[in-house]
């Protein structure tokens, strides 16, 4: 770190270093979503300095709109995992399935091919739809 300063996680008792994530039991993972929008200098000093001295004992994932910079060196070194949206949004078949199949609503292929473009295939988006629909009903225009 810069200038010998330390990188501490806050948690409820107190603080919590990188060293203590080491000694841990059991394995911990610590999620850091909207990544995106953290401007801090300092704290993004801070998630550099932990991604590159992560322990065992910690799974990081970062949820982002964007690609993070300092994914860069994990990804190059092939030691993180992506998921990216279209890995993560419903295919034509799985939004039949989980429409008709799962939820018993009997929707036209066509109905449900405007679902999937509104909601671009985001269960988000077709969870909310599926809950008010009635059984058999057509998408409103």
């Known amino acids: 770190m810069a200038g010998g300063r330390h990188c501490w996680i806050i948690r409820q008792s107190g603080w919590l270093s990188i060293g203590d994530l080491e000694r841990l039991a059991a394995p911990v993972t610590l999620v850091l979503d909207d990544y995106h929008l953290i401007s801090n200098p300092s704290l993004l000093e801070c998630v550099a300095h932990l991604v ?37 949004r419903f295919t034509d078949d799985e939004a039949a399935e989980l429409l008709n199949g799962t939820l018993g609503l009997a929707l036209a292929q ?9 909601t671009e295939g985001w269960a988000a988006g077709l969870a909310p739809y599926a809950a008010t629909a009635p059984t058999g009903s057509t998408m409103p225009p």
């Open 110 to 118: 066509e109905d449900i091919d405007t679902l999937q473009r509104r």
């Open 52 to 88: 590159e001295h992560l322990p065992a004992t910690l799974c990081l994932v970062v949820s982002a709109r964007s690609d993070p910079v300092l994914l860069a060196r994990l990804r190059a070194r092939g030691e993180m995992t992506e998921i990216r949206a279209a890995g993560l």
